[in-house]
C-alpha cells in the first residue's frame, strides 16, 4: 500500500491544487474533479484521460519546464505548473474545419 | 560528444509478468540484464489485478513484489519511467533508443504486453469516457475513483474480470450493458452471441470470475438456449447488473459524461423503438478486448501472423520465442493474449531459449527449453482465466508455419 | 447524434461517415483510407483505432486480407523531444 505520501502542491490553468508526491499528474486531477485535460487542437472539443498507460496520447497537457507530457505517465512533483492541452489556430494546423 | 552507449547482455522492453520472469531467470544463468518500461512502476498490468481464486484472493501486486524483490536482488536494472521509441541492429548489436539514452544488447526479449480495443458509442469522446483498463489503473493502482457511478460497455472476459474489482474497490457501477450495433461492434452487439461467450466461459469450471449462483446459472442456461428468455431486467452479477438485452445508443454530456441514453434491443441486436431511457453516470468504460502491442517488432523487422484467437497480428515466433530476426525474441500478451501466469511460464521459457543461444547453459541448453516448453503447456491447461477456446489449437498453427518456414531441411 | 457521425479515429476525429465517403471514392483498404482520412494517422499513431478501421474494411469486404504491412508503424514510436533524439543517435 502507498501508506505515507508526501502531499504536495501544484497548479493547474493557474488553480491551486494539491496532489501526492510522485502519482501521476492525471491521477491527481482525477482526485480533485477535474476531468478535461486538453482541448482538441483543431475542433477544440474537450478531451480528458482515455487509456492511463501512454499508449493514446489523449492525456497530454504542458507542465512548465517539460514541455507536453502524457499526464499519466508523468510523476507529481512540488510546485509544477500544469496548463491544459490547447486548441490551436487554424493557420497552424492548416486544416478545414466541416 | 558521442553519447555514451550503455551495454548488456540482454535488454527487456516490458517490466511486466513476462519480462520480470525472463529477467530473475536470464539473470540466474549469470546474464546482466536491463528491463525498461515507460510505467512510472514495475509490474505492469499485474499491478491492478486481483481475483478470488479457490477461496483465496490471487493478489497480482503480490506477485509483481516478490519479482521485482528477486530481480533486484540478482542485480537487475529496472529502468522504468523510460519510453523505448526505436531499435536498430548495428553490426551484431541491437541498439534500443528511449527518452534516456541508447542501451546496446547483442539480444532484446520484446515483452511489451497488449493495448485495448475501444468499444466506440457517439460521445465517447466525452471527459469520463475511458477504456476499461484505465478505470482499473485509475482504482487498482493509483487509487482514485474513475467516478461516483459508471457504467461499462462492452460483454468480455476483461470487462467481467475489472467489473467485479471495481465493486470490491467500492467503484458503483449503473451495469454492464451491450454495444450499440454496426459494422465496429460486430458480433459484440447480439446478445446471443454474448451470452454464448458467457455461458462458455462458466463452462471453464471452475471459472473463479464466472462461477454463477443457482438462480444466475439457471437464467443464463435458459437463455443460452432461447436468447429472449433473459431477463429484460438483467441479472446481478456479484452486486452488477448485467444488461445482455440493453444496449448503449449515446453517451451524453456538455463537457464531461453526464448520462448514457440505453434501450433495449431485440435478438439480432436492433434497437426497439420507443425503449430508449437515459441513465445518469458521470463515467463510462470501454471494453472491447485485447491485442497484442507489438510495435517494436515491426520496427525491428519481423514478419507478423494474423491469428484472430490471440487478439490478430502478432509477430511470427517459434514455440522457443525466437523471431525470425536474429537476437530478438518475445515472450507475453505481445504473442498472443493469454493470463498473467501464462505470460510468466512465457518470460521463462524466453530466459531458457535466450541462454541456450547464448551459450551460458552448456549441454543443458536444449533440455532446459524443452523443460520450459511443457510447464508453459501445463500452465495454459490449467488456467482459470482463457481469454478464447481456440487458443492451443491457434498456438499449434503457428508453431507449424514456423517449422515449415524455417526449419524445412535442417 | 447520428450514427454516421460516430468518430471512429478520435485523435484526428475521423467519423464513419468520412470512411464511407472515402470508401465510395475508391479508397478500400485501411492503408488508403489512412491516406484519404487520416483515420490512425493521429498522435496515437493508430494504437487506439486501426482495429477498429481493420474491422470495417473487413464488414465491407470479408474476403480483404488481413495483411500487417497495410498499416505498419514507424520510429519514433512514443514521443520524444528533439534534445532526446540529439542524445540519442537514431
Known sequence: MKSNRDTVSFTFNGKPLTGYRGEPIAAALLAAGIRTLRKHEE???????????????????????????????????DGMTVLEGQQLANEITGRKLP | MKPKLQQTDLIIVGAGPAGLSAATAAADNGLSVTVIDEFPEP???MLGQFHEEQGHWWVGKRIADELIEKNRAQGVSIRCGVSVYGML?????????????????????????????????????????????AAQVMTNVHYVKPGKRGL??????????????????????????????????????????????????SHLAPSPILRFGGK??????????????????????????????????????TDRVESVTLADVNAKGEIIA????????????????????????????????????????????SERMQ???????????????????????????????????????????????????????????????????????????????????????? | MKPSSLIICRCEEVTIEQLEQAYQTGSCTSRQLKMKT?????????????????????????????????????????PITFGQLAKGEL
Open chain 3, 38 to 78: 487520416r483515420a490512425s494517422m493521429g498522435a496515437c499513431q493508430g494504437r487506439v483505432c486501426r482495429q477498429l478501421v481493420d474491422a470495417w474494411v473487413h464488414d465491407k469486404d470479408p474476403d480483404s486480407p488481413h495483411d500487417a504491412e497495410l498499416l505498419s508503424y514507424r520510429p519514433p514510436i512514443r
Open chain 2, 274 to 317: 420507443g425503449s430508449e431511457r437515459e441513465e445518469a453516470v458521470d463515467f463510462v468504460a470501454l471494453a472491447g478486448g485485447l491485442y497484442p502491442l507489438a510495435e517494436l517488432a515491426s520496427v525491428a523487422g519481423c514478419p507478423f501472423i494474423y491469428t484472430p484467437e490471440l487478439g490478430g497480428h502478432l509477430p511470427l515466433h
Open chain 2, 43 to 45: 509490474g505492469g498490468r
Open chain 1, 43 to 77: 475542433s477544440g472539443n474537450p478531451r480528458g484521460l482515455y487509456c492511463a498507460i501512454g499508449h493514446c496520447m489523449e492525456c497530454r497537457l504542458s507542465v512548465q519546464g517539460k514541455g507536453i507530457v502524457r499526464s499519466c505517465l508523468t510523476p507529481l512533483e
Open chain 2, 323 to 410: 523471431t525470425p530476426v536474429e537476437g530478438l525474441y518475445v515472450a507475453g500478451n505481445i504473442t498472443g493474449v493469454e493470463s498473467a501466469l501464462v505470460a510468466m511460464a512465457q518470460g521463462q521459457l524466453a530466459a531458457a531459449s535466450i541462454c541456450s543461444d547464448a551459450g551460458v547453459l552448456g549441454e543443458d541448453g536444449d533440455r532446459k527449453v524443452v523443460e520450459a516448453i511443457g510447464e508453459v503447456q501445463r500452465v495454459r491447461a490449467s488456467a482459470l482465466i482463457q481469454f478464447h477456446p481456440g487458443i492451443p489449437e491457434a498456438r499449434r498453427k503457428i508453431y507449424r508455419m514456423w517449422q515449415q518456414t524455417y526449419e524445412a531441411g535442417v
Open chain 2, 216 to 253: 444466475i446459472a439457471y437464467a443464463l442456461g435458459m437463455a443460452g438456449i432461447v436468447s429472449s428468455l433473459f431477463p429484460r431486467r438483467g441479472i446481478k452479477l456479484w452486486d452488477i447488473p448485467l444488461k445482455l438485452r440493453t444496449a448503449a445508443v449515446s453517451i451524453n454530456g
Open chain 2, 152 to 201: 461499462i460497455i462492452g460483454v468480455n472476459v476483461l470487462a467481467m474480470a475489472i467489473a467485479r474489482e471495481l465493486s470490491v474497490s467500492g467503484v458503483m457501477l449503473a451495469g454492464i450493458v451491450l454495444p450499440p450495433g454496426g459494422p465496429l461492434a460486430g458480433k459484440a452487439a447480439l446478445p446471443r452471441n454474448n451470452l454464448q461467450v458467457l455461458m462458455g466461459l
Open chain 2, 89 to 133: 541492429k548495428v553490426d551484431q548489436l541491437w541498439e534500443v533508443s528511449t527518452s534516456h539514452g541508447t542501451w546496446t544488447a547483442p539480444r532484446v526479449l520484446l515483452a511489451t504486453g497488449a493495448a485495448e480495443i475501444p468499444m466506440p458509442t457517439c460521445g465517447w469522446t466525452l471527459p469520463g469516457v475511458m477504456s476499461i483498463g
